[in-house]
């Protein structure tokens, strides 16, 4: 794992699109994980930048959204369809039928979550999964005791996830109380993961993220267990890190990052 601390959230975003648009230019068919959130709208804003500044071609891209709630239809605005319709795939030029997200208005669930993880072994297996962490240590929709090895399923939303998530919908009340997502043992068998968390309320359960103990009271602690982790935080966010002195040397000195700082 290498982490990478940038001054300012813009700054976070910039380089997170850099590092996707040079795997898109190394791989044009790149099979490509997605987040959604508010950390993630700024780095979608980037990536849009670049496709119209710089001709970025998403043509031959496929993505795979890490989940939906349900009982959303696609058409709802705070579907994660949507979202990523308003967001990034209606202004790129990608293929929507190479664009997944499970079905969250689907009457079975246990099959959707075979089905989708079906579609992604199809494609070859996810070759970048972008992650963001949520304030109760989430990644997708993995809450306390998410089994490390879990596959994509229907999952129960914490109270917690539904207080940090509701002031996306116009009525609060409206959120739905349970998603479908990735499993934490899927999210762990993409090829790389880019991991992007801003601002000074993810400062604690980042550190616990990367720094302390594996457990499935956190799932995103299991990101320790994958070999190729890239995660990308702002001052703010990198607050509680012990480790920052040495992150920054790397940084500094790997030639890897050389064309980025």
């Known amino acids: 794992m290498e982490v990478v601390v940038r001054p300012t959230k813009p700054d976070t975003s910039w380089l997170a699109a850099r590092l996707i648009a040079a795997a ?5 068919q790149l099979v490509l994980g997605l987040a959604t959130g508010r950390t993630m709208e700024r780095l979608y804003a ?24 349900i009982g959303l239809p696609e058409e709802d605005e705070n579907s994660y369809r949507y979202y990523m319709n308003h967001h990034l795939f209606d202004h790129i030029n990608i293929d929507k039928r190479n664009t997944f997200l499970p079905d969250g208005m689907t009457d079975d669930e246990a ?10 072994q199809e494609a070859g297996g996810i070759d970048l999964q972008l992650l963001g962490i949520g ?22 939303l ?9 002031g996306e919908f116009a009525d609060p009340a409206r959120i739905p109380r349970r998603a479908i997502t990735m499993g934490v043992g899927t999210i762990l068998e993409a090829k790389r ?3 992007l968390v801003t601002g000074d309320s993810k400062a604690e359960i980042l550190a616990k993220a990367i720094e302390g103990p594996i457990t499935s009271m956190i799932s995103a602690t299991a990101i320790q267990l994958h070999r190729n982790v890239h995660v990308i935080c702002d001052e703010e966010a990198a607050a509680g890190l012990s480790g ?10 790997e030639p890897e990052w050389e064309a980025y700082r």
């Open 193 to 195: 993961l880019l991991v």
């Open 135 to 156: 304030r109760a240590g989430h990644i997708g929709f993995n809450e306390p005791l998410s089994a490390l090895q879990s596959r994509t399923r229907a999952k129960a």
């Open 46 to 69: 980037k990536l849009v930048q670049i496709h119209r500044e710089e001709r970025l071609d998403f043509s031959l891209v496929r993505t795979f959204n890490l989940d939906e709630y």
């Open 158 to 166: 914490t109270p917690l996830t539904i207080a940090e998530n509701s």
């Open 244 to 253: 920052r002195e040495y992150y920054d040397w790397i940084f500094a000195n």
């Open 111 to 120: 099959g959707e979550g075979e089905r989708y993880e079906a579609a992604i």
């Open 24 to 28: 898109i230019k190394a791989k044009p």
